[in-house]
């Protein structure tokens, strides 16, 4: 088990003794947490759009996905954005949490880069590789180390959450980094090389909104608040591209036209995908996340497959009575 692995479960054990320190007199405010990732950028764009009440929910921003899942775990956020096999893991920690939304599936946005001369994926062998060890770092490394058919001690593993990225490529600390966008664009706009991207596995790396299971009963009007925010965005972001991106390329940290580019690897899932994944008898996230957790298990993220009911709650998207 890596350490960040421990942390989180360490945390999530302590989860009650955080809950049990808030403020009765405080207005409740809803905080969800979320990283630097192109697919969950609707959520910050409606922020920018002035859909959200800021005195009822607020978008906490975080440097990592290691920071977002242990916030979640020690309930210093309610919601957070993560990968489908982070919500697993925060399951298997102990984490009464529901996915209440599906941002996306990752289409070539998650990405393993590699040094000039560094040109297929068969050339990692010996190479010390970046990777954030809670995340979908592990996963896509798990995934890499499978498809090149390399064991774990043939590579030199590289412990490195998100928001140090770009610092190690610089300071030459590895020589293959698996990474997201926007992080991806600007590694390479520094000579990183693309290898390979999550087009060469489809349907794995998929992004969920989750939340505590008390926080969706304490304060149901703001993730409706949220969701609505959320595709009122994507509706905008479609109606008008060039603002949109415009708006979002400053949290980013690319240009508008980058964060277009950005997108390509992004398939975002609308209202009526939607319903698809999370609502009814045999919600369509339930098969994926057991396909998921069968890859996680074999690879040792995971010590045995998750129960997988109650993974959803669809009560939160809009028209839903």
Known sequence: MNKGRRRFLAAS??????????????????????????GSEPLFLARELGFYDANTLRLVEMPS?????????????EAATLTLDEFLLAREGGLDVRAILVFDDSAGADVILGRPGIERVEDIRGKRIGVEGTAAGAFMLATLLEKTALAPDEVATVQL?????EQAYLAGE????ICW??????????????LLDSRQFPGLIVDVLVARADALERTPEAFRQLLAGHFKALDYLRAAPGDAF??????????????????????FMDLAAN??????????LVPAAGNVARIMVSTGLLRQPPALAGLTDPRFLPGTA
Not at 20 to 32: D, E, F
């Open 161 to 165: 959450t998100g928001d140090r990225h």
């Open 181 to 194: 966008e926007p992080i991806a664009t600007r590694l390479q706009a520094l000579g990183a090389r693309r």
């Open 174 to 177: 590895m020589d293959v980094v």
């Open 13 to 38: 054990a302590l989860a009650p003794l955080a809950l049990a320190g808030g403020c009765s007199g405080q207005p409740p405010l809803t905080r969800v947490g979320g990283i630097l990732w192109i």
């Open 275 to 284: 319903r698809g994944w999370l609502e009814g008898a045999s919600p369509g």
């Open 65 to 77: 996905n290691t920071a977002n899942l242990m916030s979640l775990a020690t309930g210093d956020v």
């Open 246 to 267: 415009r708006r979002m390329a400053p949290r980013l940290g690319v240009s508008p036209d980058e964060v277009h580019t950005a997108l390509d690897g992004i398939r």
